[in-house]
RNA sequence: GGCAGCUUGCCCGAGCGGCCAAAGGGAGCGGUCUGUAAAACCGUCGGCACAGCCUACGAUGGUUCGAAUCCAUCAGCUGCCA
């Protein structure tokens, strides 16, 4: 075959996604087509974050090369950017050596920048401090006076009371001249690309989260983030608002009590899962599977042309 | 058993005679998004035949032109007294 097609997986938290991506892996590999896993997810990629992540088991890791999984501290901050260099890096060494790339994703901006048409203006931490500075001193309406008088049409994009964004707009701004707060266009800059989402009822949904949320709890993620605190977990600008840690570090720090906590992870996990699904079902490219059905790994890896169809078509 | 306090919309919680369908928060629902996206932000939020009406502030009955707000009785919860 001349090009070996992208797989990537996305939908909601606890539907599946990282189990079925080793399945379709496996499929494939016992076709005799090589196949790894890119992590799309900006928790997976801390060291030590394992329960509250749901993070695939050392043994499930182990059956299939995975990428871009345990590769920072919890006091580094993952971003966007970053990561779409990356995966887009890991995934054409994968495709290098012959074998598909299987991503797995949760948030739209992460996948869409990855696969998409998408740049990011640059950053500098001088910059950036110094607007953060300006944030806290005069807060975000005024803030956001400022960005209108340097550019009217990036703070018309701009709610007034999202400081962060107006801090972001001001550091575009300054290290290029220009800002747009406009999404681009769907538009695929790999090559070969396949999305597959997993869709399952609200109702569904919730239930595995709830319980996905209380086995955690009895798997230890109290334990879990008070290790990760001696780490420094609270300075991690992305890794202390994970789900869960986020929760159990205000219960650590006497703000929650320990129901309050899990709580409060369960339903801050449901807005999250509505919202991923908000995310996907915006984007028409999707093909949409049920969660949980067996067949999806033999579906994805025939429906890409990889494996002769089960079923026949 | 006696005394004191509490009972508000899906949840928490303010209101203490008219301006109360009832502040605020959460959840729910909807939306925004380019370097913190498991984030940040915004709108909506009793029902309807919708500038009006209906239902609603534990229950019932009263006082009043008018009550979530005052009184009485009942029910449940809490604290002190045994």
């Known amino acids: 075959m001349t090009s070996l097609p992208l797989i990537v997986l996305v939908g909601p938290t606890a539907s599946g996604k990282s189990s079925l991506a080793i399945e379709v892996a496996e499929l494939l590999i016992s076709h005799?087509?090589?196949?790894?896993i890119?992590?799309?997810d900006s928790m997976l990629v801390y060291r030590g974050m394992d329960i509250g992540?749901?993070?695939?088991?050392?043994?499930?890791l182990s059956r299939v090369r995975h990428h871009l999984v345990d590769i920072m501290d919890v006091t580094q901050s993952a971003s966007v950017a970053e990561f779409q260099d990356l995966a887009r890096a890991a995934i054409s060494d994968i495709r290098g050596r012959g074998s598909v790339p299987i991503m797995v994703g949760g948030s739209s901006?992460?996948?869409?920048?990855?696969?998409?048409?998408?740049e990011f203006p640059g950053t500098d931490p001088a910059v950036?401090?110094?607007?953060?500075a300006e944030l806290d001193r005069l807060g975000p309406e005024a803030l956001h006076?400022?960005?209108?008088?340097?550019?009217?049409?990036?703070?018309?994009?701009?709610?007034?009371?999202?400081?962060r964004r107006i801090v972001r707009a001001l550091e575009v701004i300054e290290l290029t001249g220009d800002f747009s707060p406009i999404l681009p266009e769907p538009d695929y800059a790999l090559p070969d690309v396949r999305q597959f989402g997993l869709q399952l009822e609200r109702a569904e949904m919730d239930a595995r989260i709830e319980a996905r949320v209380h086995q955690m709890w009895s798997d230890g993620l109290v334990d879990e983030v008070q290790r990760l605190a001696e780490q420094?977990?609270?300075?991690?600008?992305?890794?202390?608002?994970?789900?869960?840690?986020?929760?159990?570090?205000?219960?650590?720090a006497g703000e929650l009590t320990e129901d309050e906590a899990r709580e409060a992870t369960i339903t801050g996990t449901r807005r999250f899962a509505r919202k991923q699904l908000g995310w996907f079902s915006r984007d028409p490219r999707i093909q949409w599977l049920p969660a949980g059905d067996a067949n999806n790994?033999?579906?994805i890896a025939a429906g890409v042309g990889l494996i002769p169809s089960a079923v026949g078509d």
């Open 32 to 36: 005799g087509q090589g196949a790894e």
């Open 53 to 60: 992540t749901a993070k695939p088991s050392p043994a499930e």
């Open 232 to 252: 420094g977990l609270q300075g991690g600008l992305t890794a202390s608002r994970g789900l869960g840690y986020q929760q159990v570090l205000a219960y650590l």
């Open 145 to 163: 006076q400022v960005l209108a008088a340097r550019h009217p049409q990036a703070a018309a994009g701009i709610l007034p009371g999202n400081g």
């Open 128 to 132: 950036r401090s110094q607007w953060q």
């Open 297 to 299: 790994a033999a579906l």
């Open 109 to 118: 901006l992460y996948v869409r920048a990855i696969l998409d048409q998408f």
């Open 38 to 40: 890119v992590n799309a």
